[in-house]
């Protein structure tokens, strides 16, 4: 079975710092990972994905994620932050016959 | 293009009452999804559909919970009778091809189901 850990609750940052949200999987053979963000009153929306080629994936939003295999690990990145930036974010991994497993989510405050 | 629409956005029942939430998917989506989020934890799978058949309904809880797809259009999940521990957040995704090769999901903005 598949699963994803988003061991940060809550992360705080600052308004133009940098931003790493981590996540880590488990799935037996190469996965399929994603990064999705919610907004508030607004659904889940797809930033990046992941599933074979260059380990470093660009996204929408000035977003980017890197997988690595001997991690186990698909941690979401941007250089700096915008307020805009403060919403829900969600990883999810999945592959095979399986249906998309996602984590429980990293809330982003973003202080000015 | 319209969205993933999802309604009501809100519902606060009774224990022991019945609710039913509606999702209508993107037009030309044959894959429809159910997910459930409780307060603070993982967004979990409920039920798949490929157009109006149930591909996967591992993820259901219990016979309480129903889902129907009319004519492969609109989705429905109803509730009956609703626990206490069925609040949370019920979210709707549509996507054209198959969810697990890769293809992003499009959600709905959920609706949040209060059982009192």
């Known amino acids: 079975a598949q699963s994803v850990t988003q061991p940060d609750i809550h992360i705080t940052v600052s308004e133009g710092a940098s931003l790493e949200l981590r996540c880590n999987y488990s799935?037996?053979?190469?996965?399929?990972l994603f990064w999705y963000v919610q907004s508030p009153g607004q659904g889940l929306q797809l930033l990046l994905k992941y599933f074979s080629g260059d380990t470093l994936v660009q996204g929408i939003k000035g977003f980017e994620a890197e997988f690595k295999r001997s991690q186990s690990s698909f941690n979401l990145r941007k250089p700096s932050v915008h307020w805009s930036d403060a919403a829900e974010y969600f990883c999810a991994v999945g592959g095979g016959s399986y249906i998309p497993t996602f984590g429980r989510g990293t809330s982003l405050i973003v202080h000015p | 293009e319209a969205g993933v629409t999802q309604f009501p956005s809100h519902s606060v029942i009774e224990k022991g009452q019945t609710v039913t939430l509606r999702c209508d998917p993107i037009s030309g989506h044959d894959n429809l999804y159910w997910y459930r989020r409780v307060m603070g934890k993982e967004i979990k799978f409920l039920l798949h559909?490929?157009?109006?058949?149930?591909?996967?309904e591992s993820g259901m809880p219990n016979n309480r919970f129903l889902a129907e797809r009319t004519g492969g259009t609109y989705s429905t999940l109803k509730v009956q009778p609703a626990e206490l521990e069925d609040s949370g957040v019920y979210f709707c995704?549509?996507?054209?091809?198959?969810?697990?090769?890769?293809?992003?999901?499009?959600f709905g903005s959920g609706t949040q189901l209060s059982v009192l």
């Open positions: 559909f490929v157009k109006e058949s149930k591909q996967d």
């Open positions: 799935y037996g053979a190469t996965p399929y």
């Open positions: 995704a549509s996507s054209q091809g198959l969810g697990f090769r890769g293809e992003k999901l499009f």
